[in-house]
C-alpha cells in the first residue's frame, strides 16, 4: 500500500471512530430536551397531542436550526481560517483535476444549469489516458489503482504554460480562485494548503458525521409523525 493509499485508508478509520462519537453527542441533545420523566424513545410514534410528540418536534426544531446553523458557523470558520495559508504555485491542481463525470455528463450537467460543471468545462480538458495522468500524480494514480477506482476521469487546464503560471489568471473562473474548498480533497504534498487541510481535518471530519447523523433524525423522526 503507497504512503497515499494508507492515509486515505486511515482517514475511513478516522471517520467510522469519529461517527461514533457524533451519534453519542446528537443523542445526547435530544435527550436533554426530553421531557420530565419520560422514558420513551425519539424514533417512537406518539399521539398529536402527547409529550412525546412535542419532544419530537422540538427535537427537529432544534436539529433543523441550532444544530445545523451550528455546524454551518463551524464549516465557515474552516474555510476562513484557509486565507492564513497560501498557494505556492506547484500547479498541481491545474495539471490534474479528477472527476467522476465523463466530459459528456459533465456538458449534459451544465446544460441542466450546474454551475460548477459549467466553470469546471470552461477550463479543463480530458487527458487522453490515465498514463499521462499519472506522469503528473503518480502516488494518486497508484492509490487509485490500488482501490480500483476505475470510474474517475482526468483532466487538465491548457491555460496552464510551461513555466506552471496561469496564462489567463486575471480571469480564471471562481473555482480556481476557491480552491481547495473542501479540506477532505486529497492534496499533493507540495501544495501550500496541504497544512490547512492537516489541521482542520478532525474537526471537518466531525462535521461531515454530524451532517449525516441530524439528517438521518430528521427524516426518521418525520417518519414517525405522519
Ligand atoms: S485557469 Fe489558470 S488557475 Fe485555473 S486551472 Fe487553468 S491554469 Fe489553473
Ligand atoms: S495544488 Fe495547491 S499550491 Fe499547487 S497550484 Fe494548486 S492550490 Fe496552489
Redesign the pocket.
Known sequence: MNNLSSSVDDLRKKYREIFEKSVEEIQTRVDEIKPENFTGDIFDCYDKTSKGRQWQENAIDMLEKDISKEIYRKFREILAYRKNFKCVGC?T??NLACSEFSPEELQEKAKNGDNFASQFLS??VPYNSKEEARKVYPEYIAMLDETKEDKVYFYH?P??TEDNR????EN??QI?RDFPDNPLSILPESCGYKKWKDEVEPVTLMLHSMIEIVEYYIDKIKLNIK
Not at 166 to 169: L, P, T
Request: hydrophobic content about 25%; glycine content about 0%; charged content about 20%.
Open positions: 500547479a491542481c491545474c477550463i479543463f487546464c491555460k496552464l496561469c496564462s489567463d489568471y480564471r473562473p480556481c
